[in-house]
C-alpha cells in the first residue's frame, strides 16, 4: 500500500491531461476516502464525521489543491464572483468604493474581479462582452453613461446589474448614487452665498464631470452669472493637468475669483501651481473639489470640497446583488445618497 506522501508525489509527477494541476480525485486518494466524500467536506462539511473532514482538509493543505468553482457554480447556478467596471484605478476617487464592495462581498463568500473600462465605450463594451459570457452573480458599473449595444446585452443577460456613481430614474436594473448635475448645482448656490461672483472650472473631460459642470453654469446662468471660464483637461485627472490647467487659465482670465475643479487632485494641483506663482488661496483665488480625498484636509490651505460616501455606495451595490442572488427583494431599486458640501479654508 503506498504511503500517502508516496500518492502526493505521484499526483504532482502525474497530473491529468489537460489542467496540469492536483484534482479532487487526487486529493481523495491522498486522504484514503472517496472523491464524493471530498465533495461533500468541502461543500456540506457537517454531513461527514470530523475525523474524516480533517483527514480532508489535512490533504488539501499538503496539495495545495484548489477546488474547481466554475464545476461548483454550475451545479449550483452561482459563481460567487461579482464582476466591477470603473473607468481608472490610478487615481483614489473610486477607491473607497471599492474596498466597501470588496468587504461586503466577503464577508458573504464573494469575491469582486475588477475591469477598468477607461473612459471610452469601446472598453467597456469589450469587457462587458468578456465578463457577461462568464456568468457572474452581479455586474457593478460606474455611472449611467453606456452605449445602446452595451445596455442592450446586460438587458438581455438576466445577470443582477448595479449602476453607481450617478442617478436615473430609467436605471438597466438597479442604481445607487447622486446627482452630479445636483452637485455642480449646489458648489455654485455656496460659492455665490460666499460672495464669489467670477467663477471658472477645471474639469476633465469625462461624462460625469460634463454633467457636475452643467449644473454649475446652469445655476451660475440662473444667479445672473454667465459665460464662465473652462479649461478642460484629459481623464483620469491629475496633479499636473491642475497645475497647467491653472497657468493658462489665469494667463487668459485673470479676474477669475473661484476655481471649481473636477477633482481634489486637479484642486491639489491649482493650489500648488498657485503657490509656485506667488500667489494666494483663498486671497487672490478660492479653489474648489470634489470627492473629499484623504488628503484634501490635510492640503494647505485646507481643501472646501464635495463629500461622496463611496462607502455606503459599495455596500449598497453589494447588498442590492445578494439579495437578488438569494431570492430576496432589494427594495427600491433607485438609492440617491446624496453628497455633502465640505466647508474648509480654500474656499
Known amino acids: 500500500m503506498k504511503s ?33 466524500t471530498v465533495s461533500r467536506a468541502l461543500n456540506t462539511p457537517a454531513a461527514v464525521s470530523p475525523e474524516t473532514l480533517e483527514r480532508v482538509r ?9 477546488p474547481n468553482l466554475v464545476a461548483g457554480g454550475l451545479a449550483s447556478n452561482r459563481s460567487r464572483l461579482v464582476a466591477a467596471l470603473v473607468p481608472t ?9 471599492i ?12 469575491q469582486l474581479i475588477l475591469g477598468q473600462s477607461g473612459y471610452s465605450g469601446a472598453r467597456e463594451d469589450a469587457l462587458i462582452d468578456a465578463i457577461v459570457g462568464r456568468r457572474p452573480d452581479g455586474i457593478v458599473l460606474t455611472g449611467i453613461m453606456h452605449s445602446p449595444e452595451g445596455r442592450k446585452r446586460l438587458l438581455a443577460s ?8 450617478d442617478i436615473t430614474p430609467t436605471p438597466i436594473d438597479m442604481i445607487v448614487g447622486f446627482s452630479q448635475e445636483k ?7 455656496y460659492l455665490y452665498r460666499k460672495g464669489y461672483r467670477r467663477p471658472a472650472l477645471i474639469t476633465a473631460d469625462d461624462q460625469r464631470a460634463m454633467l457636475r459642470r452643467s449644473g454649475f453654469e446652469q445655476r451660475f446662468a440662473a444667479l445672473g452669472v454667465a459665460a464662465i471660464p473652462a479649461c478642460m483637461v484629459p481623464a483620469p485627472s491629475s496633479l499636473a493637468n491642475g497645475r497647467s490647467g491653472f497657468a493658462q487659465l489665469w494667463a487668459e482670465h485673470p479676474e477669475t475669483d473661484v476655481v471649481f475643479c473636477g477633482s481634489d487632485v486637479i484642486a491639489q494641483g491649482v493650489i500648488t501651481e498657485m503657490q509656485a506663482m506667488g500667489m494666494s488661496v483663498p486671497g487672490d483665488v478660492a ?9 484634501a484636509a490635510h492640503t494647505h490651505p485646507a481643501l472646501s470640497t464635495v463629500r461622496i460616501d463611496g462607502t455606503s455606495i459599495g455596500r449598497q451595490a453589494a447588498r442590492f446583488i445578494l439579495d437578488r442572488v438569494e431570492g430576496l427583494d432589494p427594495g427600491p431599486k433607485v438609492r440617491d445618497l446624496g453628497f455633502s458640501i465640505v466647508e474648509r479654508a480654500s474656499a
Open 89 to 97: 484605478i490610478a487615481g483614489p476617487v473610486f477607491l473607497e468604493t
Open 4 to 36: 500517502p506522501s508516496e500518492t502526493l508525489r505521484k499526483a504532482k509527477r502525474a497530473p491529468r491531461p489537460g489542467t496540469g494541476g492536483i484534482t479532487l480525485s487526487d486529493v481523495a486518494s491522498l486522504a484514503g476516502v472517496s472523491a464524493i
Open 183 to 189: 452637485a455642480g448645482a449646489e458648489v455654485a448656490d
Open 287 to 295: 479653489v474648489m473639489g470634489f470627492g473629499d480625498m484623504p488628503f
Open 99 to 110: 474596498q466597501a464592495l470588496t468587504d461586503a462581498l466577503a464577508e458573504a463568500g464573494c
Open 158 to 165: 438576466g445577470i443582477p446589474i448595479v449602476e453607481t456613481w
Open 58 to 66: 489535512s490533504a488539501i493543505a499538503r496539495s495545495g489543491y484548489v
